[in-house]
């Protein structure tokens, strides 16, 4: 599909004017979800959607969708969905969400303006709070549109000054009675930046996601004396940092073993305190917050697995007390072959370079693919930098993978 | 020496309720130096050093010295000086240096009553500052009368609100004018609890210390990359923290080596701070500060040098950046061996029964001893406990202990 380049960058770039902030390099915005900022992305995005003539509804939470019935379809078929989000991290970027709700905007309007005839309408998506900055809970909308969680419990979701999700949707007028309900689309398709350098290591424009990792989250508490640092002889300790470094260590060879199986294995310490952290004492306690990634979800339970096996060992050997929660645990998702198939049709058309690779973030994508055939595209991010102001994606790579997508929803939109 | 365990236990326990705090368990005080606690803490010593006809003068630093010139002695001979300090940290516990000051208060009353013609004048002295929590230096009033400290650098200390040392001796009335010089002093001794258990473990009602430890604290920063703990796979990461864990697992094995040839030997990371800290963000820095201690120095060159091998290989392996800082170095300090003899006599003569070891801790006495003959005699603590409300030393022990301070005091003023 022949896209045009100059229209999506005038969105993106007007969108990036809701919540923009000061930057000394590159451009920053924070848009989070119920603020005035979202209010005026939303409002910006429902006016072009009206303008091109689709029909506008937001849901519960938020949600918004804009279906287009071409004449040349059943207005009945299930419709092909496409889209992403409009908010932000605090002093996030601007393609992070809005490159993929706009590529959508512009993959209808390219079509509208071509002489294909679409078989089923086509519904162009945003979705609420995808980031979770303010209400604590990543891609929310997309779990209430896929069926994983009621609009009520979102909405009584809370932020940090007390006030719901339902308070903050109302006050910008944006707590809609529509229904939207990903598992009546026929295929779903995002394109969004990726995050990372692969794309640009192997000088590909797009990327087509096959899998989005699972991600499991675990806390860590290792407990052994407080001591004084002086009279403590080195024998006598129950050190719990010298035992928590031990499993930072078992943590990482873990992981890498794993990951010669499957380069997708990650497993982090990222977050850690130190009790009671005082030069002259030996610390009592050490926690820790676990990041585990993959793309199969038996390897994950490997390497929670192999962390209980090493504290288990530390308690045996260093006389430690420990405890290993793991309170979040989310499925790895499968992209569906057809909606793969499509793209990798659509880059060849295009004659655009294209890899396979996996998603190591999580995506609104990942809930709706539980519900219907999903598919997600990537960008190029310049080195790789997201959620801070740096964030880049050069326009000419922007138009290149919205080409891609509008190339992908037309042949999903064809059948 | 025969001493009056009663009028100890009245002394220390009227010194209590300066500062006292409200504690679950035990009894705590903080009395911070130029603070009202301190100011009634120092009138009442004075009073009593007043009572039984010491000669009182306080120095620039507000150290307290009370002499007891006997009629027996030669006025112009030089004293022996014993005594401890009044201040407490935060939330401290009642003996840590007032069992130290008031048995030496006792010493002096129990040589005036008793038939002793001492040969020299008796100085009870009581330091400013020695736990160092107000104005971040401890054994501060020490190191002011053994000469390793201008008084006027001393007086322009700020606490954490920019009050001056200065300015709070004077709000206290205890910026003094008299001289207090520790090199004039024949012999020093010092009694302190043990804050640790060897004491108890040995079923010894004294201890006797042949050494005080020198303390080297490092700044140690190991510098990686901050990376999405998703996206980086494990072979691309520079791990602020694995490699900050093997680091503290190299300081624990060099700690140990070393121990195993001098049990006082200890190496620890006590105190760190990770950077950015999220749990999704793979950490780029990690911050320890160190303290190694050990009676020989030259321990503690080894054990700092094993831990800059240790960054040296961390720096060739993981590819991070590492810096150490030695940013403190106190040389330890031995007891004067004329002062070790006197105690041991003391204690045969009062069948008490003692063990020789070093101190952990760092004391005023490791001051005193750089300019003068010096000695330090511990009394036991339960459970090793101290900083804490929960301190505390049965009051037979402080009559025991004070008993072996006298009759050391009356050997060493009989020469």
């Known amino acids: 599909m022949e896209i045009d380049a100059g229209r999506l960058r005038r969105d993106i770039t007007e969108n990036a004017q809701f919540g923009s902030v000061d930057a000394e390099e590159g451009r920053g915005r924070t848009v989070l979800t119920g603020s005035d900022a979202d209010r005026e992305a939303r ?26 019935t071409p004449p040349s379809c059943d207005p009945d078929a299930a419709p092909v969905a496409v889209g992403s989000h409009l908010d932000s991290v605090p002093n996030g970027g601007i393609f992070d969400g809005p490159l993929g709700t706009y590529a959508a905007v512009e993959a209808v309007r390219a079509i509208q303006e071509s002489e294909e005839t679409p078989d089923r309408p086509i519904e162009v998506v945003s979705f609420t709070g995808e980031e979770g900055g303010r209400f604590g809970i ?13 609009a009520v419990e979102a909405l009584a979701l809370e932020d940090a000054e007390g006030i719901t999700l339902e ?81 930072v260590l078992d943590l990482e060879r873990a992981a890498e073993e794993l990951a010669t199986e499957n380069e997708a294995a990650v497993g982090t310490a990222g977050e850690g305190t130190i009790s009671p952290n005082a030069r002259n004492i ?15 979800h038996d390897t994950m339970d490997r390497l929670v697995d192999r962390c209980r096996s090493s504290l288990a060992r530390l308690e045996r050997r260093r006389g430690v007390e ?13 992209m569906s072959e057809r909606c793969i198939a499509a793209a990798e049709e659509a880059v060849e058309t295009g004659s655009i370079d294209a890899i396979r690779l996996h ?57």
């Open 282 to 296: 030996v610390p009592e306690e050490v926690q820790f917050q676990l990041d585990i990634r993959d793309v199969a």
């Open 167 to 247: 308070e903050s949707l109302e006050r910008i007028g944006f707590a809609g009675s529509a229904e939207i309900d990903a598992g009546e689309w026929d295929a779903w398709l995002e394109l969004h930046i990726e995050q990372g350098t692969r794309l640009t290591e192997a000088r590909a424009g797009v990327g087509i996601v096959d899998s989005i990792v699972g991600i499991t989250n675990c806390e860590v508490t290792i407990t052994g004396e407080a001591d004084h640092a002086g009279s403590t002889p080195m024998f006598e300790r129950r050190d719990a940092l010298a035992a928590a470094s031990a499993f």
């Open 138 to 150: 990543g891609t929310l909308g997309s779990s209430v549109a896929a069926g994983q969680r009621r």
């Open 43 to 68: 409002e910006r995005l429902i006016e072009e959607l009206e303008t091109i003539g689709l029909e506008v509804r937001v849901d519960a939470v938020g949600n918004i969708a804009g279906r287009w």
């Open 322 to 334: 420990t405890s290993l929660e793991r309170y979040r645990d989310s499925e790895p998702s499968q």
């Open 359 to 415: 998603s190591a973030a999580m995506h609104d994508t990942a809930n709706v693919a539980a519900v219907t055939d999903a598919g997600l595209l990537f960008a190029p991010s310049v080195d790789g930098v997201s959620h801070s102001p740096r964030e880049w994606t050069d326009w000419d790579d922007c138009a290149v993978a919205t080409e891609a997508l509008a190339e992908t929803v037309r042949i999903l939109a064809a059948t």
